[in-house]
């Protein structure tokens, strides 16, 4: 009993093992390095006011609400980032409506999220997550403002957003964004022309085939069921990794106070790296060939521009704010992926398809709804809701209930419901939470819908359910409210 015991959980440790090497070999350079850059540039180059200003109740409804979400968009890398954040501009005077919009898009589809989930899961479901939650997420706004419309009146607010004069985005500050922003895109971009190689170089290295067969055994996986195993150039790329955050930790923790030659070689490296993960591997027979694609070429080009534009348009106090921001991003967020991706990995070994297949494998209210509560209840840190989403899909759960439960993950935890009921109170908290649940499945049903191959008639009854749902609502909530005084002054 003792030896079963030990089997099953080195069988689950070589699990979890395997499904962070996975990962650390696919997912992490092209997509996450430029995204976690992204997130940097936002938090140190963009002034805050220049976002906060448009969100005040006096701004137009068509400029406050699509201000908010794009603010949610870019500025927000998780929830913990999104409350203070969420706090601040309410505290100033930002309405409640489009506080509310910018507390749901930040942390349901970030600009790490968004990238992450194209590479991890398909293109089509991350657009239609950023889509259905700035949607969505401006109705939630809309919804809260007309509910609780007097008391956002009656709020003293001494300092309106929208007052701030003079704050604006630089446009060299446009530009360094541009440049990451193609980094990135030509990074995970699948198109012929980047992923054609143009060119191969052979290098005699005996051995390269014999390292495949023997990574394919550390890490057996399954290509049907959507599982990844670790190529020779994801080995090459994980030690890489490993080197990146060796250097990093010299160079750029202290970067606020200045450069150092650590700095230096870790921004090598990194770059090194990128240029490494755009090109293709083959090993075989005793040789490694290395195949110069489109890619490379795009992520040269662009790592070439953002040097130029760092080094000329920006003062070097500017910069250095930036990698620490980035720096603080990566030891914010990247411990918490590796350990919630290490859990997936066992928990993939756990759980069997059938249940999944059971609760979730179909595209019904039921099904979106379990995707929804299990996103409350399993709380995962940002990020990781994509690769359990990615196992859940494997273990056959349907993509409608999928994006239910993506969208929901990281917006109804139960410590970020109480710190969003200190901000705005119970009430209104426990409302924001309702209504998330409610456009969370909504949003599985539409999308689960046309994965199905539903037509557009039906496709446009859901909208017409749920906005008759939302009106009988609204309509009862108002009168509710509008009679709170007589029963007050009855009391």
């Known amino acids: 009993m003792r030896m079963s015991i030990l089997q099953i959980i080195g069988r689950l440790t070589q699990e979890g093992l395997g499904s962070l090497a996975a990962y650390l070999a696919a ?70 409506g489009p506080a509310i919009t910018f507390l749901f898009v930040g942390p349901a589809i970030s600009i790490l999220a968004f990238s992450y989930t194209g590479v991890a899961l398909g293109m089509d479901i991350a657009v239609a997550r950023l889509a259905l939650s700035i949607m969505f997420g ?39 964004l541009g440049l990451l922003l193609a980094l990135l895109i030509v990074g995970t971009l699948q198109v012929d022309v980047l992923t054609k190689a143009y060119a191969h170089v052979t290098l005699p290295i005996p051995g390269m085939d014999d390292l495949q067969a023997a990574l394919d055994r550390l890490v057996p996986f399954d290509a049907a069921r959507g599982e990844e195993g670790v190529s020779v150039q994801g080995a090459f790329l994980i030690g890489l990794l490993g080197l990146i955050g060796v250097t990093a930790w010299k160079g750029l923790t202290r970067i606020d106070e200045g450069y150092n ?46 040097w130029w534009s760092a080094s000329r348009l920006f003062d070097p106090y500017e910069i250095q704010e930036f990698l620490w921001e980035t720096w603080r991003f990566v030891r914010q967020i990247f411990p918490l992926l590796v350990v919630g991706v290490f859990v997936v990995g066992v928990i993939h070994g756990l759980v069997r398809p059938e249940w999944i297949q059971a609760l979730a494998g179909t595209n019904s209210v039921i099904a979106n709804a379990v995707g929804v509560l299990f996103g409350v209840f399993m709380y995962f840190p ?110």
Request: aromatic share 8%; hydrophobic share 55%.
């Open 27 to 96: 997912h992490v350079l092209l997509c996450l390095l430029p995204a976690f850059f992204i997130a940097g540039a936002l938090s140190a180059l963009v002034p805050r006011e220049a976002v906060t200003r448009y969100l005040g109740r006096t701004a137009p409804k068509t400029v406050s609400y699509p201000a908010a979400a794009l603010g949610g968009f870019v500025l927000a890398v998780c929830s913990c980032t999104i409350l203070p954040l969420f706090a601040g501009i309410y505290k100033k005077g930002a309405g409640l």
């Open 138 to 176: 401006i109705g939630i706004g809309l919804i809260m403002a007309t509910i609780f419309r007097d008391d956002d009146v009656a709020r003293e607010s001494p300092v309106e957003a929208g007052s701030v004069p003079g704050a604006r985005v630089p446009g060299k500050v446009f530009l360094f």
């Open 261 to 306: 030659r650590w700095t230096w070689v870790s921004l090598s490296l990194i770059a090194l790296t990128l240029v490494v993960a755009a090109t293709r591997m083959v090993p075989y027979d005793g040789r490694l060939q290395i195949e110069l694609t489109g890619k490379m070429l795009g992520v040269i080009i662009a790592m070439a521009g953002l």
């Open 382 to 491: 940002t990020l990781v809701e994509v690769p359990i989403a990615n196992l859940f899909l494997s273990l056959g759960m349907h993509r409608g209930p999928l994006l239910a439960y993506l969208i929901a993950d990281p917006v109804l935890s139960l410590q970020s419901t109480l710190v969003t009921a200190s901000i705005i109170g119970k009430l209104k908290a426990w409302m924001y939470v309702a209504w998330v649940a409610v456009f969370s499945v909504v949003a599985g049903l539409l999308y689960g819908a046309w994965v199905d191959g539903a037509s557009i008639l039906a496709l446009l009854s859901y909208l017409a359910a749920a906005s008759a749902l939302l009106t009988v609502s609204l309509v009862v909530l108002r009168k509710r409210e509008a009679q709170r005084p007589a029963r007050l002054a009855k009391e």
